[in-house]
């Protein structure tokens, strides 16, 4: 069984940096498609950002670009978030997510089958 534990939220100021984990086990992420997304209070899920971990290529929402940036370590089958310059709109829950078939469509979470329990981050102004 897959299981995602993040780590790393927490709470910070206008401008400061973050940088979340995602620990992954139980399966073979080689082949594996992981993602990022977020949930701020009364808002949909939105994808933050990914990667299918076959290829180097990796993928942002548009209001993440050239703050966030998004690596693995494969030896340690984990993915991190780097966020930095965060605002107060990066307020959300953020929640790591596998996709064992590998998906081209990184933006779409209902491609993806697993879910961690999600990192509080608060930017606060």
């Known amino acids: 069984q897959v299981q995602l534990v993040e780590s790393g939220g927490g709470l910070v100021q206008v401008g400061d940096s973050l940088r979340l984990s995602c620990a992954a086990s139980?399966?073979?992420?080689?082949?594996?498609?992981m993602g990022w997304f977020r949930q701020a209070p009364g808002k949909e899920r939105e994808f933050v950002a990914g990667?299918?971990?076959?290829?180097?290529?990796?993928y942002y929402a548009d209001s993440v670009k050239g703050r966030f940036s998004i690596s693995r370590d494969m030896a340690k089958n984990t993915v991190y978030l780097q966020m930095n310059s965060l605002k107060p709109e990066d307020t959300a829950v953020y929640y790591c997510?596998?996709?064992?078939?590998?998906?081209?469509?990184?933006?779409?979470?209902?491609?993806?089958?697993?879910w961690g329990q999600g990192t509080q981050v608060t930017v606060s102004s």
């Open positions: 997510a596998a996709d064992p078939d590998g998906s081209l469509w990184v933006y779409r979470g209902g491609e993806y089958d697993y």
């Open positions: 990667f299918r971990w076959s290829t180097p290529r990796t």
């Open positions: 139980g399966g073979t992420f080689s082949s594996y498609t």
